[in-house]
Nanobody, 124 residues
Framework: QVQLVESGGGLVQAGGSLRLSCAASGRTFSSYTMGWFRQAPGKEREFVACVGRTSATTRLAETVKGRFIISRDNAKNTVYLHLNGLKPEDTAVYYC?????????????????WGQGTQVTVSS
């Protein structure tokens, strides 16, 4: 059973940066697409970014392009989300997700496993 554990959230001022990490258990991590979603209070969970089997293939939501970077280290079974130029509207719980099929999906139903989430709060 693959498990995902996020870390790295916290409180940061607008314009600041954070790096989120998601560690996955299992021996075939490099076969999976990994994604990040977020959910703000009172809002639906939304796609943020995903990365294919290597860091060469990524997709980013329009709202975070130019500010966020997704990458992965298959040797460490870890995917990262680098959050730069943070804005108060980036405040949300950020969730890591895994897609066994290896596609670059942007919908919730594209993903098979989810982490528990890590809180990111951006103050103005």
């Amino acid at each position: 059973q693959v498990q995902l554990v996020e870390s790295g959230g916290g409180l940061v001022q607008a314009g600041g940066s954070l790096r989120l990490s998601c560690a996955a258990s299992g021996r075939t991590f490099s076969s999976y697409t990994m994604g990040w979603f977020r959910q703000a209070p009172g809002k639906e969970r939304e796609f943020v970014a995903c990365v294919g089997r290597t860091s060469a293939t990524t997709r980013l939501a329009e709202t975070v392009k130019g500010r966020f970077i997704i990458s992965r280290d298959n040797a460490k079974n870890t995917v990262y989300l680098h959050l730069n130029g943070l804005k108060p509207e980036d405040t949300a719980v950020y969730y890591c997700a895994l897609d066994f099929e290896g596609a670059l999906g942007t919908e919730l139903h594209d993903y098979d496993r989810w982490g528990q989430g890590t809180q990111v709060t951006v103050s103005s």
